[in-house]
């Protein structure tokens, strides 16, 4: 019997195949780690946590905390302690926001996308704050493996 307390693999436990978003939230990880969007906590200036569903309605499969408050600014997997808002998504909707596909406030309007905890501090998350996840960003800012 397959154990799903790995939380590494939880989403590919859950779905048959990892999520688009664990990609995603490796380059934005490596790019703030490289000192790349050093300017975001001045600009942004808030703790983001971002909850990933395979699918609508499924269980919460993947946590994230984007801090954009603290310097250096970081990205890591897990729950944050102290978000200021908490966005709750399905996988492909996130894939869509990020790649400019879908209008966050579009998705927020259409219920795709969940806010908890400080709408004006959520506002201030945009697609543009980090580089599109081209494939050919996703191989940039790949960590290299030893």
Same mark, same amino acid.
């Given at each position: 019997m397959e154990s799903f307390t790995?939380?590494?693999?939880?989403?590919?436990?859950?779905?048959?195949?990892?999520?688009k978003s664990e990609e995603i939230f490796s380059m934005m990880?490596?790019?703030l780690a490289r000192g790349e969007g050093a300017d975001l906590s001045?600009?942004?200036?808030?703790?983001?946590?971002?909850?990933?569903?395979?699918?609508?309605?499924?269980?919460i499969? +993947?946590?994230?905390?984007?801090?954009?408050?603290?310097s250096?600014?970081?990205?890591?997997?897990?729950?944050?302690? +102290?978000?200021?808002?908490?966005f709750t998504m399905i996988d492909s909707d996130f894939e869509?926001?990020?790649?400019?596909?879908?209008n966050p406030q579009m998705a927020f309007m259409?219920?795709?996308?969940?806010?908890? +905890?400080?709408? +004006?501090?959520?506002?201030k998350f945009t697609p543009e704050l980090f580089p599109p996840p081209t494939e050919e960003n996703i191989a940039k800012y790949a960590k290299a493996k030893l």
């Open positions: 790995a939380s590494n693999n939880i989403a590919a436990n859950f779905t048959g195949e990892e999520l990880t490596e790019y001045d600009k942004v200036g808030a703790i983001f946590q971002f909850d990933v569903r395979a699918k609508k309605g499924g269980p499969v +993947g946590s994230w905390e984007i801090d954009l408050k603290n250096p600014p970081s990205c890591k997997k897990g729950k944050s302690s +102290g978000p200021d808002a908490t869509k926001v990020c790649m400019g596909t879908l259409q219920g795709k996308m969940k806010i908890k +905890g400080n709408l +004006g501090k959520a506002t």
